[in-house]
């Protein structure tokens, strides 16, 4: 088979490397807008991106207004202040919703029409975007080197997914220390959404020798050191295996797919907004152990990560293992299911069939190891919304 790997022009990684954001800058363009959210606006984050900038003779703009998972109205106004304070490169300081915003405002920037016209490949994008320089402050989306964004359509109530090379960044700075002022809460979900992406870039029917080894460096490290971030325990060095785990899980689903998780838990975030990675986290397990029969080598493989006691032993004991080891986190991360979360469970049953059909339609569960139709998803989001993970 021929594979092809795509990722962004230029990857800056270590600690401090977001003092180097006005040297690329600089290299880039003449005037930045800052795409970011108001909590890295209080912070100091936005500022001190500001002041990098200065000092390399870039004047900017600054949009903060990503204060949820992006839609096509934050898109918007993104392109207005854009387009109306002249900005020639964008630079992406926040999480995964931040990033995706600044990616789609991008390549719209250059290109025709609407976002909505360019999901699934539909449609591909004539134009190279304006250059973008993605600096993520949490350990867990990956997005700054993935050519994928995923924007809230707010007329459908449907997380459109796209993904075409135009959507990489120029640049990623990838520092750790700008995760270590998240919330546990944050440090959770973020976390556990990487690790979503590694498991399911592993056993995705896109998988390459190339994506295997970040999946399974990516899945070591997160297990090794998320837990200890969490309980706010972890050195500044976990904090740097956390980013670098988050952001070669990102390399791995951007170049070999996510799966039946991200396929189920993007609808769950569209229609009732549950965090997106607090949505993978309570379809994990149950996914797994829907899957595990059809991808038991894989699955054992991760567990030989996961539980290297158990190495010698068989496959199908370190697929329990793995199982038992997703619940575990789970459970430090008091991820709750979806009653438990306080989804009201008539409003939930009524949109299944919706749910489902979305999730069919993003295509992700195609990649699944184990085929599945509508009615098999209708069925594990029943399983889902009072999983037990005890």
């Given at each position: 088979m021929?594979?092809?790997?795509?990722?962004?022009?230029?990857?800056?990684?270590g600690l401090?490397?977001?003092?180097?954001?006005?040297?690329?800058?600089?290299?880039?363009?003449?005037?930045?807008?800052?795409?970011?959210?108001?909590?890295?606006?209080?912070?100091?984050?936005?500022?001190?991106?500001?002041?990098?900038?200065?000092?390399?003779?870039?004047?900017?703009?600054?949009?903060?207004g990503v204060?949820?998972?992006?839609?096509?109205?934050h898109l918007?106004?993104?392109?207005?202040?854009?387009?109306?304070?002249?900005?020639d490169v964008?630079?992406?300081?926040?999480?995964?919703?931040?990033?995706?915003?600044a990616k789609?405002?991008a390549?719209?920037?250059?290109?025709?029409?609407?976002?909505?016209?360019?999901?699934?490949g539909?449609?591909?994008?004539?134009?190279?975007?304006l250059?973008?320089?993605?600096?993520?402050?949490?350990?867990?989306?990956?997005?700054?080197?993935?050519?994928?964004?995923?924007i809230?359509n707010?007329?459908?109530?449907?997380k459109?997914?796209?993904?075409?090379p135009e959507?990489?960044?120029?640049?990623?700075?990838?520092?750790?220390?700008?995760?270590?002022s998240?919330?546990?809460?944050?440090?959770?979900?973020?976390?556990i959404?990487a690790?979503?992406?590694?498991i399911?870039?592993?056993?995705?029917?896109k998988?390459?020798?190339?994506?295997?080894?970040?999946?399974?460096?990516a899945?070591?490290?997160l297990?090794?050191?998320?837990?200890?971030?969490y309980t706010k325990?972890?050195e500044?060095?976990?904090?740097?295996q956390?980013?670098?785990?988050?952001?070669?899980a990102?390399?791995a689903?951007?170049?070999?797919?996510?799966?039946l998780?991200?396929?189920?838990?993007r609808?769950?975030?569209?229609?009732?907004?549950?965090?997106?990675?607090i949505?993978?986290?309570?379809?994990l397990?149950?996914?797994?152990?829907?899957?595990?029969?059809?991808?038991?080598?894989?699955?054992?493989?991760i567990?030989?990560?996961?539980?290297?006691?158990l190495?010698?032993?068989g496959?199908?004991?370190?697929?329990?293992?793995?199982i038992?080891?997703?619940?575990?986190?789970?459970?430090?991360?008091?991820?709750?299911?979806?009653h438990?979360?306080?989804?009201?469970?008539?409003?939930?049953?009524?949109?299944i069939?919706k749910?489902?059909?979305?999730?069919?339609?993003?295509?992700?569960?195609?990649?699944?190891?184990?085929?599945?139709?509508a009615?098999?998803?209708?069925?594990?989001?029943?399983?889902?919304y009072?999983?037990?993970?005890?």
């Open positions: 021929v594979h092809e790997i795509l990722l962004p022009g230029r990857i800056v990684y401090g490397a977001f003092s180097q954001v006005g040297t690329y800058a600089a290299g880039l363009g003449r005037k930045a807008l800052i795409v970011s959210d108001p909590i890295m606006e209080k912070i100091g984050h936005v500022e001190t991106c500001r002041i990098h900038l200065q000092q390399a003779g870039i004047p900017s703009a600054v949009y903060t204060a949820t998972e992006p839609t096509d109205r918007q106004e993104v392109l207005e202040v854009c387009r109306a304070e002249q900005c964008l630079i992406a300081v926040g999480g995964g919703s931040c990033i995706d915003a789609a405002a390549v719209m920037m250059t290109n025709s029409g609407d976002i909505s016209d360019y999901v699934g539909s449609k591909a994008f004539a134009h190279r975007p250059p973008l320089i993605a600096v993520p402050t949490t350990a867990g989306t990956g997005s700054e080197v993935t050519k994928v964004t995923v809230i707010t007329s459908t109530n449907v459109m997914m796209i993904a075409q959507l990489l960044p120029q640049v990623a700075i990838v520092d750790a220390l700008l995760c270590m998240c919330p546990a809460s944050v440090i959770a979900s973020s976390g959404d690790l979503c992406h590694a399911e870039a592993y056993w995705s029917k998988a390459n020798p190339m994506t295997d080894g970040w999946a399974l460096q899945i070591d490290l297990i090794k050191h998320l837990p200890i971030c325990k972890g500044t060095e976990d904090f740097a956390i980013a670098l785990g988050s952001m070669l990102g390399a689903f951007s170049n070999a797919s996510v799966t998780v991200h396929g189920m838990s609808p769950l975030g569209a229609l009732f907004h549950v965090p997106h990675g949505s993978n986290a309570m379809l397990p149950a996914v797994l152990e829907f899957t595990a029969e059809y991808a038991e080598e894989r699955v054992a493989a567990g030989r990560i996961m539980r290297p006691d190495a010698a032993e496959s199908k004991r370190l697929v329990l293992a793995v038992e080891e997703v619940k575990s986190l789970c459970r430090l991360l008091k991820i709750p299911n979806l438990g979360w306080g989804l009201d469970k008539e409003q939930f049953s009524s949109a069939p749910m489902a059909a979305d999730a069919i339609a993003s295509g992700s569960p195609g990649n699944h190891p184990r085929p599945v139709t009615e098999v998803i209708e069925a594990l989001y029943r399983t889902c009072a999983y037990q993970i005890e």
